[in-house]
């Protein structure tokens, strides 16, 4: 049977959208492609999934790790940058850690 405006489906492929149910809204042919537009129930919850989903093995999670790691690789950069390298490790404790240790 073919499937018409209003009906619900289950994605069945794995991944971080498995499960969820959608309704076909409108589907058409526009040249030699064929197209289809689905509705997702809860608004823009793949948006807002994308800015709070956290942790390592979470695929919706890439965004918000996206942004701990340029925040880490700006930390790192801005760091050598602004803290000059010492001679020796002497120099170091001799003029640097030791008297203001002190």
Do not use: C
């Amino acid at each position: 049977s073919a499937a018409v405006v209003g009906d619900t489906f289950e994605i069945q492929s794995e991944g971080s959208l498995q499960g969820l149910t959608v309704t076909l809204e409108e589907f058409g042919n526009t040249g030699d492609d064929g197209y289809a537009i689905f509705h997702v129930p809860g608004g823009l919850w793949l948006v807002r999934a994308m800015w709070t989903a956290t942790g390592v093995n979470h695929p919706l999670a890439a965004f918000y790790n996206l942004f701990i790691f340029w925040g880490w690789l700006f930390f790192s950069l801005a760091f050598v940058y602004f803290v000059p390298p010492f001679r020796t490790l002497r120099f170091a404790l001799s003029k640097g850690m030791i008297p203001s240790a002190l």
